[in-house]
């Protein structure tokens, strides 16, 4: 399969299996989408160009294919088998939060339960299940989530230092992240951070006017300024090491690009903006019909991107940080984020979930960290969630950057784990499109980074 699009005003085809790009001419496009059929001449684009430029191009072509790097014969792939294997987990240490964000997906934090914090005996007891689960794995993630984290910090640091005792005599190591929306960070909550976490992800919509809008405090006060506040307070002490900026955009901000410029005037260079995710029926959802203003506004922000990486604004942008020469491994590229089989979230009760989104779902429980009950028939069908079995993900080019989407949107919004979310696929489509247009200008550039 090889995709072939028009992006920033130039041609490209990615082949699909090898993972090659090539940028190409207008020609060259016409004559590999036409590849295998036979083509008129005299028509279209092919009328604007000789018989020689076009049998140079289709020798090109035909080079190209001999060289097993165009239209390369899909591979046979063999997913993995279910291992019981754990090797991440997400805490969602606080039932609770101080925003009452309008589209969060968590009910204010509370995911629809009693507004409480994790106590150390569960978390301890999370540290404890994801240890003897991990087998002889050694590379760790725990992720402190919510909720919000910084309304239980005092479990958070007990957790670090508990799960940090292990290390040694376990032979494991832990990295841990932590998602905040920093509106009651302080001094203490930073140092703690860069010395503990390995990522830190804070959460600020764009602009002042699109942030207030949904992003309130409990009291229903604007939260806008005070986050700012603490985010730049917590940027200029974490240098060099990794931290984003997280924001969502709604139905009110289809502008988005403007919100991951503003984002970056402020002196923040690593961004990521999120389509929100809710019913049709939500006032604040993103619909069908918004997804060609959206894929523009995604050329726009990329236009804008390349420019300010040439200068002391350079940033990245989450989305366009794609390695087209690399990626993941096969697993990877097959089963993506790996939710509900080695990646599972505690709740604040001890409730083992597929995920943080599935958190406060009866039907989604598959255990307890604190009665040592786990059930595998769930992880067992998630884990048989790939692009070989999700609907329609075969036939995507897009396929092995997306994995097949997110599980939770998957049984949110069609009913079934297997069925993708075709709005979200459509922007992921456009986000790629975008990557490997940047990262060919920038490689003839010389761009690769902020030094």
């Keep these: 399969m090889v995709h072939t699009f028009r992006c920033l005003d130039r041609f490209f085809a990615l082949d699909v299996e090898s993972g090659s790009v090539f940028e190409i001419d207008e020609l060259t496009k016409e004559l590999i989408d036409g590849y295998g059929t036979p083509l008129d001449e005299t028509k279209g684009v092919l009328s604007c160009y000789s018989k020689r430029e076009i049998d140079e191009a289709r020798g090109e072509i035909e080079e190209l294919i001999a060289e097993h790097i165009l239209f390369t014969p899909e591979a046979e792939h063999k997913p993995p088998a279910y291992g019981g294997i754990v090797k991440s987990l997400c805490l969602n240490v606080s039932h609770n939060c101080s925003l009452r964000c309008e589209y969060c997906f968590a009910d204010g934090g509370s995911y629809n339960t009693e507004r409480l914090n994790m106590d150390k005996k569960v978390a301890f007891a999370a540290i404890d299940f994801l240890i003897e689960r991990s087998g002889t794995r050694r590379n760790l993630e725990v992720d402190f989530f919510g909720g919000e984290p910084l309304l239980n910090m005092g479990v958070v640091r007990d957790t670090v230092a508990y799960a940090r005792s292990f290390e040694k005599s376990r032979g494991k190591n832990f990295r841990f992240t932590i998602t905040t929306n920093a509106y009651n960070l302080t001094d203490e909550d930073i140092d703690f951070f860069n010395k503990e976490m390995y990522n830190v992800v804070l959460s600020i919509d764009g602009r002042k006017e699109v942030h207030n809008r949904v992003r309130k405090t409990a009291s229903g006060k604007d939260s806008y300024d005070e986050i700012v506040a603490n985010a730049l307070r917590f940027r200029a002490k974490r240098g060099d090491r990794q931290y984003y900026i997280r924001g969502t955009y709604t139905a009110l901000n289809k502008d988005f690009s403007r ?44 236009r804008e991107y390349i420019e300010r990486r040439k200068t002391d604004k350079w940033f990245n942008f989450f989305h366009f940080m794609i390695d087209i020469s690399g990626g993941p491994c096969e697993t990877k590229r097959l089963v993506g984020c790996g939710a509900g089989n080695e990646y599972l979230a505690i709740a604040p009760s001890g409730n083992i979930y597929p995920c943080h989104q599935f958190d406060g779902k009866p039907d989604y429980v598959i255990g307890n960290v604190l009665d040592g009950t786990f059930d595998d028939t769930l992880p067992r069908k998630f884990a048989s969630v790939n692009l070989l079995t999700k609907r329609g993900c075969c ?44 990262h060919s200008i920038e490689r003839k550039n010389k761009v690769f980074s902020k030094n």
């Design 259 to 302: 919100d991951v410029l503003a984002l970056n005037d402020l002196g923040f260079d690593q961004i990521s903006i999120e389509p929100v995710v809710l019913p049709q029926s939500h006032r604040l959802a993103i619909k069908k019909e918004d997804i060609p203003f959206l894929t523009e506004q995604y050329e726009i922000l990329a």
């Design 395 to 438: 036939d995507c080019w897009a396929k092995y950057y997306c994995s097949g989407g997110c599980a939770a949107n998957s049984v949110n919004f069609c009913g079934d784990v297997f069925a993708p979310y075709t709005i979200t696929c459509e922007l992921m489509k456009k986000r790629v499109e975008c990557a490997i247009a940047i």
